[in-house]
């Protein structure tokens, strides 16, 4: 097969995979960050085209619009809905598979190459990514590949992706200095400070234009901006934390889900180079790699940010360089592999990555713990439908009732788009300092109708929280008989208090 058709071969093999293995989120809708903003921001863009709108959504920051113009772009050819999202996202995820399988064949084999990017596809955080609309996948895949428009000296397309990858998420600026410097170190002498420039020009353009943009919807919000500051700059938190939290980050994006093996080969093969000053060992796509999981790891450290999906932007290469630096070692190594008949180095290296991938793709179904969020395991689809079930049985109530519940859920119930409901329910949402219950005590006391407050057991204030903050500010006692709704992992506590 020619190698210049293996890019396309890789990206409809992945798009078929995805389709397979997922085709069961076309039946799911949204989940918590899709559901609290992803979804209304597609939904902006579908309503007004490229124009934004903030009856919906308020523009964020580190959100730029590219991932949901694409949404809305789609929506507007195939009408609103879940399959929008789904199929843009699937052609995310196989854009990111197929590049990784890409960048690792520019340095292995055929075989090599499909079980690292297999490897990748099958780790619970890419299984899970795949079928939720989130801007993280979209720029992990402009991600990869620039690295492969680097290796390949692509300079133009090099110079494009990294902006588009800004333009799909901005919390990845970080990995910027690593591939300029890459970009530096693979041109000429004479020309490599002018071409560096040149290369960062637009990256630098669009995310400036972003940032001066969305901050004239924030800069509104002081109370947005105060909390946003507070809760994740790690310098108001002490040293301490910031130890802990990098040990975490390390362990989360080198360890889990049998990433272990990765980080074996990398720190081996750089050992064992060193040692031998194997100077071609050193090349400068790995230290741009190497270089940008350092400083995404840094950046996602100090910002206080947890969750799996804003390490994609770094996971592809670590998988790769993890591949490379095994394939090093197999070769290096002195060991009488023919005394073992069978197990010779490639076919080692080819049993190892395959029990990685069957390792990972496993542990996707296993209970959620304290280094893989819900959204991570294959359980996040319970809590979507059982929330599904419940906006349902409210919104079929025989009498209007007022709902008191939280984030996600006040989204869910009061947005029609959102397809939890057909019509808006008559929601009061309440959060951890329950100042939007004490604005509408007097309101609450009087609305002639049944009352009921809803709980989900992933995030917002516990039940017991509420009940007794409500009856501080309205001097009912309530009644605290709740009917309990349970899928799996996933609660939702129904309680009609009077």
Request: charged content about 15%; glycine content about 4%.
């Amino acid at each position: 097969m020619p190698k210049r058709l293996e890019p396309y071969l890789a990206f409809l093999a992945a798009f078929l995979a995805i389709l397979l293995i997922r085709w069961d989120a076309m039946n799911l809708l949204f989940y918590w960050d899709e559901l609290g903003l992803y979804a209304p921001y597609a939904y902006t863009f579908f309503r007004n085209g490229i124009r934004f709108s903030t009856e919906w959504v308020t523009p964020i920051l580190t959100h730029p619009p590219l991932f949901f113009w694409m949404i809305a772009g789609l929506a507007k050819i195939i009408g609103w809905g879940v399959p929008a999202f789904r199929i843009m996202t699937f052609l995310a995820g196989a854009t990111y598979v197929s590049g990784t399988y890409v960048l690792a064949r520019t340095r292995a084999s055929r075989a090599l190459s499909f079980l690292t990017a297999l490897a990748l596809f099958v780790a619970p955080v890419s299984l899970s990514e795949v079928a939720l609309a989130q801007a993280d996948l979209l720029a992990a895949a402009f991600s990869v590949w620039t690295l492969v428009a680097l290796e390949k000296k692509a300079w133009k397309w090099a110079t494009v992706l990294l902006a588009l990858t800004a333009l799909a998420n901005a919390t990845f600026l970080a990995i910027v200095p690593a591939y300029a410097l890459g970009f530096y170190l693979l041109q000429s002498k004479k020309s490599a400070l002018k071409n560096t420039f040149l290369f960062l020009t637009p990256v630098t353009v669009v995310s400036t234009i972003w940032f001066i943009y969305s901050w004239s919807f924030v800069q509104d919000d002081p109370a947005f901006v105060s909390g946003s500051i507070k809760y994740n700059s790690i310098f108001l938190q002490g040293s301490r934390a910031l130890i802990f939290r990098f040990a975490h980050r390390v362990f989360q994006i080198g360890f889990v889900d049998g990433r272990w093996i990765f980080t074996f080969s990398i720190f081996a093969s750089l050992y064992l180079a060193w040692k031998r000053k194997d100077s071609n060992f050193f090349d400068p796509l790995k230290w741009v790699i190497i270089a940008a999981i350092i400083l995404e790891t840094v950046f996602l450290t100090l910002f206080g940010v947890t969750h799996q999906r804003y390490f994609m932007v770094i996971l592809s290469g670590f998988y790769v360089l993890g591949t490379w630096s095994l394939e090093y070692l197999t070769k290096q190594a002195v060991v009488p592999w023919k005394q073992l008949r069978w197990a010779t180095p490639q076919r080692l290296m080819h049993t190892t990555l395959a029990l990685t991938a069957l390792y990972s793709f496993v542990t996707w179904h296993d209970i959620p713990n304290k280094y893989s969020a819900l959204e991570y395991r294959s359980s996040y689809q319970d809590q979507i439908q059982i929330m599904m079930k419940v906006a349902n049985e409210l919104e079929n109530l025989p009498q209007k009732a007022l709902i008191l519940t939280h984030w996600p859920l006040t989204h869910a119930l009061k947005r029609p788009y959102l397809l939890f409901v057909k019509n808006q329910l008559n929601v009061m949402e309440f959060d951890y300092d329950f100042q939007s219950l004490d604005k509408n005590a007097t309101a609450l006391k009087q609305y002639p109708g049944p009352k009921i407050a809803v709980f989900l057991n992933e995030g917002g204030p516990t039940q017991n929280e509420v009940f007794t903050h409500l009856e501080k500010v309205t001097g009912v006692k309530l009644n605290s008989a709740c009917k309990k709704y349970t899928q799996a992992l996933s609660e939702i506590d129904v309680c009609n208090i009077w």
